[in-house]
């Protein structure tokens, strides 16, 4: 699989994209004035306790107060581990018990501010360097579930057990780490002993609510995460960032470090690689499939669902088949548009009805198979008897619509507006009440053309029966700025 990171730097924005074999495969952005703030650890201050949500809110310095929730919070006392006993585990301690308002805390921020919703947060703190997480309140070695080799998992675990003998910290081996050798390991294990000294002075010296750490910028972000033997060039075109990606990548992955260059190109990098049109692409809400079916995405607070049509395709035998060949190639487009989307939480996929058991288990065999290669962690059930296919894809940040959108000034975010029809009987009813209210002779109805023009044409004997009717004189002017919803009713 050829694989390709692009990154395209402007003075107030960063973007970043994955290619692969040709195809847009994952967006990232970053805007000055609004970077993320997930791995950021602050030194905060307990807000307010909420026993009946086991959680408390705590003031980091960010617009909205954040959330800890009971379990994200490291217990210091044994007792209070909820180790198992005779009867399974024991019920974690009340929040009040670990929290208290005004109390100073150090926190880490796990998901950015979603919507209406503040960050959350935990107090199990992590760092992550090349190859390794380190987790300094634990003593846990722990290996990657995506390295699925027994024989290399084993050797992982007994090479970091070596190389911590005697530490007092925790470690996490990443996925990246497969088949590293011994010396890379050292190198992240004793950068990360560093940097997490540099961190212990910094709470001493920070303020509350103030920030303690911050991640890397996007660049070196996306270098350090996504940066694998398999990504054949890392093109970027700025020469700043250039040198920046360079000097780290020299010192974490010097091997890798040639793979990084520099495009001078006139043409912008992401118009070359057709990135632009894949973006504007996957802020639509229909997607295209080859065989002439199509995917309907509607993104909701709650969920995300993907509805999938046959469309123009009939197929070559019978109905089965081309409902068959049509999820197939629905699962694969779905698995692409979740990572190219960026969509997570709930997300459920309705899958055209199939009647053939062997059929729904190859379609959900490629529904794994694609969503292998994602970053983000996924599960997925089992199919159910309606076709429907549930499962969850983690989110830590926004949405790419979310980041790149905002909501209809027209629609308010519903998707439609009300008709000129049913504005205009609106209108009625505003000036029925306007009469009854208010004394007046003449009333001005300003309202968007679209409606003014159809109440003059089509509803003129109405708005004479309505004249008659309530004894007043009414005159309509259309307002080319206003909106099809958007009316006012004027006394004269």
Known sequence: MSEEILINVTPRETRVAVVENGMLQEVHVERALRRGYVGNIYKGRVSRVMPGMQAAFIEVGLERAAFLHSSDIVRANPALLGEAGENGPMPPPPIGELVHEGQEIIVQVVKDPIGTKGARLTTHLSVPSRYLVLLPHSKMIGVSVRIEDEVE????KELMQELTAGGTL???VRTNAEGQTR??????????IKLWASLQESIVRTGVRERVYEDLSLPLRSLRDMMRREVEKVRVDSRETLEKTVRFAQQFMPDLAERIEHYPGERPIFDLYGVEDEIQRALKKEVPLKSGGYLIIDQTEAMTTIDVNTGAFLGHRNLEETVFKTNLEAAQSAARQLRLRNLGGIIIIDFIDMTDDEHKRQVLRTLEKALAHDHAKTTVYEMSHLGLVEMTRK???ESLERQLCEACPACEGRGSVKTAETVTYEIFREITRAV???DAQKLLVLAAPKVVGRILDEESAAVAELEEFTGKTIRFQPEE????EQYDVVLL
């Open 170 to 172: 925790g470690y996490i």
């Open 481 to 484: 700025h206003y909106a099809q």
């Open 436 to 438: 009854r209210q208010f």
């Open 183 to 192: 010396e890379a390991l050292a190198e992240d294990v004793a950068y990360l």
């Open 153 to 156: 998992r084993a050797r992982l």
């Open 395 to 397: 989110r830590t940040v």
